[in-house]
């Protein structure tokens, strides 16, 4: 048989591990607390249907190509929501992309070689891990505490690293980490951006969660604190996305990056799909100056930390002593530590046979991996099936003793 010559990146390339758990979720009555998906209960189904309706009356807008760098009208918006946040920028330094994960890597596509050292936070989000494995960058993990990624740890590989290994990227997600639900305070945010600009690299702040917090706020973003302390020469690269605020299927991310690395981005962006879909661009443009988005992301925030609280409370009453975890501060996801008694392959395998899903933690690192943990989330189930789910996930530890 003909052998296929695949690309180096591609002759044994991993997938996503969360994706790789699918055909678990058709069994009958399984209940997931895997998957990092919002709540289809809380989507503003009106506001995004008249949403729809107002785009497809302009036709040859929402149905013809456009700009590689997004529609002006939705641009326009996402500057004002990013200027919410702190995050000030021109126009020319804004690209619409196919969701955040596209910006990401578009980012790496343009930024690096193989061979170029990248630090991650550990545990990350394992699409970022698939994307610089293909790249062929060396990744080197930093470890987190419960307030996010270690300055102190950070410091001290930059510091011991030879010129030649030192990172060109850094990437975080200080609101509300997926998987560890942590929030960075903003004298790490501080000291991150300091380190930065002393030692040259860059940084990416992935914000997809900011704005769910439970009510006690964030810090300044990493893209403010730095234009404070270095105006001409910020180096943070700023991503986020409405997949997780307004609806995953409009595949709406953004990124905020400087006018030279944007339209290498943007060139780069041209040969993959030349731009993002402009129905769904024009579908979110109506939507965010229809003003629903910001009820609607009120709602997910008072549901989504109702559910945490009660998560939270189950996972105590059915765990114990044998499990602990941080409760988050906002975000969608609850980072479980078990006991070293329990076998991590068996306590999964036990998880499926109860009827209830979770990720284990390997998927979230890139090497010496803690398996004694798992991600929940607690936004796509209600309360019942979160009440449910840790009662079966209590039998499951049960079981496997």
């Known amino acids: 048989m003909y052998k296929i010559p695949f690309s180096a990146p591609y002759s044994e390339p991993a ?47 929402s149905l013809q190509y456009c700009a590689t760098e997004g529609l002006p009208a939705l641009r326009e918006r ?12 021109e126009l020319e330094q ?29 545990p990350t989000y394992p699409a970022t ?25 950070l410091e001290a590989m930059l510091a011991k690293a030879p010129s030649d290994e030192r990172p060109k990227l850094l990437y975080t997600v200080p609101n509300f980490s997926n998987p560890a639900g942590t929030l960075l305070p903003r004298e790490r945010r501080e000291a991150l951006v300091q380190l930065a600009l002393r030692y040259g690299f860059l940084i990416v702040e992935d914000d997809p969660y900011g704005a769910l917090d439970f009510g006690s706020g964030t810090p300044p973003t990493l893209f403010e604190l730095a234009g404070e302390l270095a105006p001409d020469r910020n180096p943070v690269l700023y991503l986020s996305s409405l997949s997780k605020t307004v609806a995953p299927a409009l595949r ?13 981005c943007a060139i780069a962006k041209q040969t993959t799909d030349l ?39 189950a996972l105590r009453d059915q765990l114990g002593e044998r499990a602990s975890f941080v409760e988050p ?7 479980l530590q078990t006991t070293r008694e329990f076998d991590p392959k068996r306590l ?54």
Not at 329 to 335: C, D, H, L, S, T
Not at 363 to 369: C, G, L, S, V
Request: glycine fraction near 10%.
């Open 15 to 61: 997938g996503s591990p969360i994706r790789e758990l699918f055909p678990f979720l058709s069994r009958p009555g399984m209940i997931s607390l895997a998957g990092g998906y919002p709540s289809a209960g809380l989507f503003d189904q009106v506001g995004l249907q008249q949403a729809c309706l107002r785009a497809m009356e302009s036709p040859g807008q």
């Open 275 to 313: 731009c993002s879909s402009s129905l769904a661009q024009m579908i979110a443009a109506e939507y965010l100056n229809g003003g629903g988005a910001d009820v609607a992301i009120e709602a997910a925030r008072k549901e989504y930390g109702l559910r945490m609280r009660h998560m939270s409370a």
């Open 329 to 335: 501060a906002g975000g969608m996801f609850i980072w």
């Open 94 to 122: 804004l690209i619409v992309t196919t969701g955040s994960q596209q910006a990401f890597d578009l980012l790496v596509r343009v930024l690096v070689e193989p061979g170029n050292c990248v630090y991650v936070e550990s």
């Open 78 to 89: 996402l500057k004002e929501v990013s200027s919410a946040r702190g995050v000030h920028c």
């Open 348 to 401: 999964f395998e036990a998880s499926v046979e109860a009827g209830v899903l979770f990720v284990p933690g390997r998927a979230f690192f890139e090497a010496d991996a803690d398996l004694h943990c798992m991600r929940l989330t607690y936004a796509s189930p209600d309360c019942g099936q979160i009440s449910e789910g840790i009662a079966r996930l209590g039998h499951a530890f049960d079981a496997a003793k």
């Open 252 to 264: 709406i991310g953004w990124m905020i990056v400087p006018r030279d690395v944007s339209r290498r």
């Open 129 to 153: 891990l698939q994307a610089l494995r293909l790249a062929q960058s060396k990744i080197v993990q930093i470890p987190m505490d419960a307030m996010g990624i270690r300055i102190d740890a």
